[in-house]
């Protein structure tokens, strides 16, 4: 009896993805084409007083206390970016390009009358504050 031969032909089709391969592609894809905005109230000069409220396009996105950060993804495009302390308001209007990470500072810091008798006696007393793109030397307000 001679030996049995199985002949394997190659074949061209390619496989088919599974459902959890198109997942992964399609997440990849929104991750690729999104951009990401980080607001930080980390700086030395913050004196620590009072919350700095983010608001980004118009939406309040996070309340900050010192120490603390925030950081959102966005889609690719030009953006406004509003800060305020309740007493001070800063804008920075900006534009992230397709998988760019936009930093910003933000502080309250002291200034002319801070820490003045008649800010004592009135019961409040005046928080400045900035805003300054990190990734950006110059765009400040």
């Given at each position: 009896m001679s030996p049995r031969v199985t002949i394997v032909q190659p074949t061209t089709a390619e496989p088919e993805p599974t459902a959890t391969d198109l997942d992964r592609i399609?997440?990849?894809?929104?991750?690729?084409?999104?951009?990401r905005v980080t607001v930080r109230r980390q700086s030395s000069d913050?004196?620590?007083?009072?919350?700095i409220y983010v608001l980004?396009?118009?939406?309040?996105?996070?309340m900050l206390k010192p120490?603390?950060?925030f950081t959102q993804d966005?889609?690719?495009?030009?953006?406004?970016?509003?800060?305020?302390n309740t007493l001070f308001r800063k804008t920075l209007d900006?534009?992230?390009?397709?998988?760019e990470h936009a930093t910003f500072m933000t502080v309250n810091r002291e200034?002319?009358?801070?820490?003045?008798?008649?800010?004592?006696?009135?019961g409040g007393m005046p928080i400045y504050l900035s805003l300054?793109?990190?990734?950006c030397p110059g765009e400040a307000t």
């Open positions: 399609i997440a990849g894809l929104r991750h690729a084409w999104t951009s913050d004196i620590g007083l009072r919350e980004l396009d118009g939406e309040e996105v996070a120490g603390q950060e966005v889609k690719p495009g030009p953006h406004r970016l509003r800060v305020h900006f534009t992230v390009k397709v998988g200034g002319f009358g801070t820490y003045s008798i008649a800010a004592f006696f009135l300054e793109r990190e990734d």
